[in-house]
């Protein structure tokens, strides 16, 4: 979309959303922000996280980046936007959930096979993907080389395990862990049908998002 595009669309949103949500906008606007759940996600366009969870504005804090990648704690790092965002959460608006949202057809777990030109415009995508590279060393063992597909898909739910590994390094997120305060979770999204999964730890598997709401 081109930003008349988008002006455009702006105008679509004031005449049916806006009306559909004045009153909710209006008491985000007097009462603040409140919400539970902290989803970092991968900046991809096809993954919209109010979409996919059909939630609402003030429902999610939402941090997005290239590959769903969250760098381990370093108060001495300079990759400071994701820490700052999981701090905030936590300290300020006293969050309750942690989503690490990965997903199919993934272009930062394919960049960890290609060979990226070593130039100053593009430096920071190989920096920034380090964070990754553990997903694709167990991919391969896992599954080999002989599969694209099947490494690709292994390599995109190593990495959301990968993070949630990172994710468990921040002094306050392991606290309130432990103490049962804060509940952290993956889950793997399927951009052709919309289907989530959640890894769960005890097990070491991916299984349906569905089967925790049938739970409830």
Not at 43 to 58: A, E, K, N, Q
Not at 120 to 128: L, Y
């Given at each position: 979309m081109g930003v008349e595009t988008l002006a455009k669309s702006h105008q679509d949103f004031k005449?049916?959303?806006?009306?559909?949500y004045a009153e909710r906008f209006k008491e985000l606007a007097e009462m603040g922000q409140s919400p539970?759940?902290?989803?970092?996600?991968?900046?991809?366009?096809?993954?919209?996280?109010?979409?996919?969870?059909?939630?609402?504005?003030?429902d999610l804090f939402i941090d997005r980046n290239i590959g769903n990648i969250v760098p381990p704690f370093d108060p001495n790092s300079e990759c400071s936007a994701i820490p700052a965002s999981v701090e905030y959460a936590i300290f300020e608006l006293h969050i309750e959930n942690i989503i690490i949202c990965g997903h199919t057809?993934?272009?930062?777990?394919?960049?960890?096979?290609?060979?990226?030109?070593?130039?100053?415009?593009?430096?920071?995508?190989?920096?920034?993907?380090?964070?990754a590279q553990p997903a694709k060393e167990k991919a391969e063992t896992l599954v080999g080389v002989n599969d694209p597909k099947k490494l690709f898909v292994a390599t995109e739910k190593f990495n959301i395990i990968e993070q949630l590994t990172h994710l468990m390094t921040y002094p306050l997120v392991k606290q309130k862990v432990r103490a049962g305060e804060?509940?952290?979770?993956?889950?793997?999204?399927?951009?052709?049908?919309?289907?989530?999964?959640?890894?769960?730890?005890?097990?070491?598997?991916?299984?349906?998002?569905?089967n925790i709401a049938a739970d409830q």
């Open positions: 005449r049916i959303y806006k009306q559909e539970k759940t902290l989803f970092i996600s991968c900046s991809d366009s096809r993954v919209v996280p109010t979409l996919i969870t059909h939630s609402h504005p003030g057809d993934c272009g930062a777990c394919k960049a960890l096979y290609e060979d990226l030109p070593h130039e100053v415009e593009i430096s920071h995508i190989e920096k920034w993907l380090r964070f804060l509940f952290i979770q993956g889950w793997y999204y399927h951009i052709d049908s919309g289907e989530l999964e959640y890894f769960d730890p005890v097990e070491h598997r991916f299984f349906p998002l569905e």
